[in-house]
């Protein structure tokens, strides 16, 4: 079973020496795949749930975007009046949302690569992590929710994959194969397991179920866990 650590670095590199040319095209308005346009759809709506949890006055707020890819939820964040820590594991996709930040917001926004649970990164007011902590066992889970809490004076938004029939198969047909050149693996969760793991790992707070977003390829969960 693959390490926090481990995993984290799967991550980097994969996005950095793989996939960021795809995240930067699906990521904009260009052109895509018949597949691609339902994951982007998919992924529109999921920004759109998170953000529905958070006030839609966000002045004088910190919010840690943990894991934010190409700078889609930083421009909304930066839009309601929040004050910004946009990071992310891969040098690369930091650059292109730095790039696509409307220049009346650099002066909310932090831009940072990196581990998201550096504690330098001092206290927020909220997090939210979308599909950036997808490729975590549960105990993993937990723990950065336990390391995230103290930290957090009201929320922790993020998403997980769904631990439903279609996906469990599709997990377990993925193992038997080779790693080379593919994506970190995916682990489907049920809520009820990543409540018992943030309780295990000391988490103090609750967490609940959001909403489900299914879109062609994309299926994905929204979890708050409120501090």
């Known amino acids: ?3 926090y650590a481990n995993t984290l670095t799967r991550v980097e590199d994969y996005f950095d020496r793989t996939a960021t040319k795809t995240w930067e095209r699906l990521t904009s308005d260009a052109p895509v795949s018949k597949v691609r346009e339902t994951v ?37 964040l930066a839009k309601r009046g ?8 891969s040098p690369s996709l930091v650059e292109i949302a730095q790039k696509r930040l409307p220049r009346e ?3 909310q926004v932090t831009f940072q690569s990196g581990d998201m649970l550096c504690d ?14 997808i490729y975590y066992e549960a105990h993993d889970i937990g723990d950065i929710l336990a390391k995230l809490s103290p930290r957090v004076g009201s ?14 198969t599709f997990w377990g047909l993925g193992k038997l194969f080779p790693r080379a050149d593919r994506s970190p693996t995916m ?17 103090k707070g ?12 994309y299926i994905s969960t929204a979890l708050e866990f409120a501090t």
């Open 1 to 3: 079973m693959p390490d």
């Open 40 to 76: 982007r759809a998919g992924r529109d709506r999921m920004r759109d749930v998170m953000l529905s949890q958070l006030p839609t006055d966000l002045s004088g707020q910190r919010v840690l975007d943990a894991g934010c890819g190409a700078g889609q939820m930083t421009i909304e």
């Open 82 to 89: 929040a004050q910004v820590t946009a990071v992310d594991i």
């Open 105 to 107: 917001f650099a002066k």
């Open 120 to 133: 330098t990164r001092g206290t927020f007011d909220h997090v939210l992590a979308m599909d950036s902590l």
């Open 155 to 168: 929320s922790v938004v993020f998403t997980v994959a769904p631990r439903t029939p279609f996906l469990m």
């Open 187 to 203: 682990i489907p969760h049920a809520p009820v397991k990543l409540a018992a793991a943030a309780r295990t790992a000391g988490a």
């Open 206 to 217: 609750h967490l609940r179920e959001v909403e489900r977003i299914t879109s062609g390829f």
